[in-house]
């Protein structure tokens, strides 16, 4: 199983880079857990998730190929 | 006087135009220079999409054009433009309002603040 | 993609603007071919000043323009500009819209729309 | 004593002229009475009165060289 991660923003600032390659998570929260162990400094930020461009409201199991997003507060405009 | 305008469609009666335009804003004793705006494309573009579906649905439009500005765009230059035309002036007004809220509030685009000195920080919409 | 504007005031955030513009109606199966626009012009420049002092009393803004054509405007040309720019999107979007909703109730200035067999009639604002 | 009246619009039309010069009348109540008997088909009509440039609400007195306008519904934007 592969889940791609996109990150944006100040949270790409953070990760130090785009896009992450994940193997063996089989949910956004295990995923969110996993990511705020490896950069602590995620704790302090908001964020939403988005699986497949979608955002999601709750926990949401994650297929192969997945595409997951995290997504800083919008400030476009 | 008279105005021209290019402007073919005569069952229009309004246009709504909204710009928005980058701030040289003094943050900390420090001027901002330039927003360099970055966006989750894909995402980016399926929001637009259906904000523009939703607005057509909601309002009695003739026609919509919505453009945002992506990478540095200096202060004093244009980060938005979106333009409403309908036949009657309070449509394209609401119509206009909304599509610009909406656009702040679910369009996945950042805006980085850079400032003269070179420093930067993440812009937050109000 | 960028959008170049010939602006110097950097402090400027937002620009929200309307345009009127004259609709080819057609009533009772005449076709609306022009607006012939008249006003009692000292009234009406003395209503164009009070509104205009009024909008930057109650608004923050930084700059406003309000263009009304006068004479014929015919069908798919534009009789009426507001052009207003404030830091913030929201005291740009209220103002101008309370500004074009003043003009077509305080400014006295008539509409005689004339169809394309040379009739017409009064135009009455909704 | 002498008061302009200045008509507008429609009102123009009906008068068939942009500016009459009346004498004699004392206010604005009088003013209307005399339009009214002179063109009966501005009684089928909408419009407010304003004298020297400002609508009044109620009947005015004139005075010499005041300027009387009558003002159908506007319809400018």
């Given at each position: 199983m592969k889940i791609s991660v996109l990150v944006f923003g100040q949270i790409a600032e953070i990760v130090n880079t785009e896009k992450l390659i994940l193997q063996n998570v089989k949910d956004t929260d295990e995923l969110n857990e996993q990511l705020k162990k490896e950069y602590?400094?995620?704790?302090k930020l908001a964020y939403s998730i988005a699986v497949n461009k979608k955002i999601i409201q709750s926990n949401t199991i994650l297929t192969n190929e997945d595409v997951v997003a995290i997504l800083p507060p919008f400030s476009g405009g | 006087m008279r105005i021209y305008f290019?402007?073919?469609?005569?069952?229009?009666?309004a246009h709504s135009i909204f710009l928005g335009q980058v701030r040289n804003d003094i943050i900390n004793q420090q001027e901002v220079k330039a927003i360099e705006y970055s966006a989750y494309n894909e995402m980016a573009e399926e929001k637009f999409h259906e904000i523009r579906e939703d607005a057509f649905k909601k309002y009695d439009l003739i026609c919509m054009h919505i453009y945002h500005s992506m990478g540095v765009v200096n202060a004093g230059e244009i980060s938005l433009f979106v333009f409403v035309s309908s036949a009657h002036r309070k449509e394209a007004i609401k119509a206009c309002e909304e599509i610009v809220e909406r656009i702040k509030k679910e369009v996945p685009v950042w805006g980085k603040e850079v400032f003269v000195n070179e420093n930067h920080q993440w812009k937050i919409n109000s």
């Open positions: 602590p400094l995620l704790q | 290019a402007q073919v469609k005569k069952n229009i009666g």
